[in-house]
């Protein structure tokens, strides 16, 4: 179910635009709107979760199944050095989106913005 006034259902339902990364029946891969390095990029489920805690099994594991392929269509894309993957969880912890996101953060150097 959709959840009312979720920016990452919007975006899902195309009412917000994205630029698609990767998508299946069960997520979605998008570029974030504020690159902290170039390729950034956020994965979703489909389904409506607030966070890890929230999550069931079965949607953190088809999320997390997918996340090799997205890693290595990014690698090929931008051809990163190195990658970080980040999941943020509650306000103190940095989450701003309250629906289950893992970043892609493709690495470029000690310089890439990103620390
Ligand atoms: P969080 O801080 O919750 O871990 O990450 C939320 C991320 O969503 C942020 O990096 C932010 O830039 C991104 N974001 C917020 N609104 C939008 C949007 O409308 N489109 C896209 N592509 N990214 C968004
Ligand atoms: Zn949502």
């Given at each position: 179910m959709p959840h009312e006034d979720c920016?990452?259902?919007?975006?899902?339902?195309?009412?917000?635009?994205?630029?698609?990364?990767?998508?299946?029946?069960?997520?979605?891969?998008?570029?974030?709107?504020?690159?902290?390095?170039?390729?950034?990029?956020?994965?979703?489920?489909k389904t409506h979760t607030k966070n890890i805690y929230e999550t069931p099994p079965e949607v953190a594991s088809s999320l997390f199944a997918r996340i090799p392929t997205i890693a290595n269509a990014i690698k090929k894309t931008y051809q990163p050095i190195g990658m970080n993957l980040l999941n943020n969880n509650e306000k103190p912890a940095d989450q701003s989106v309250f629906h289950l996101h893992i970043h892609i953060i493709p690495r470029y150097g000690d310089n890439d913005g990103f620390s």
């Open positions: 920016i990452f259902c919007k975006i899902l339902n195309g009412e917000i635009p994205s630029a698609k990364v990767y998508e299946d029946d069960y997520v979605y891969a998008f570029l974030d709107i504020s690159q902290v390095t170039k390729g950034h990029t956020l994965v979703i489920p």
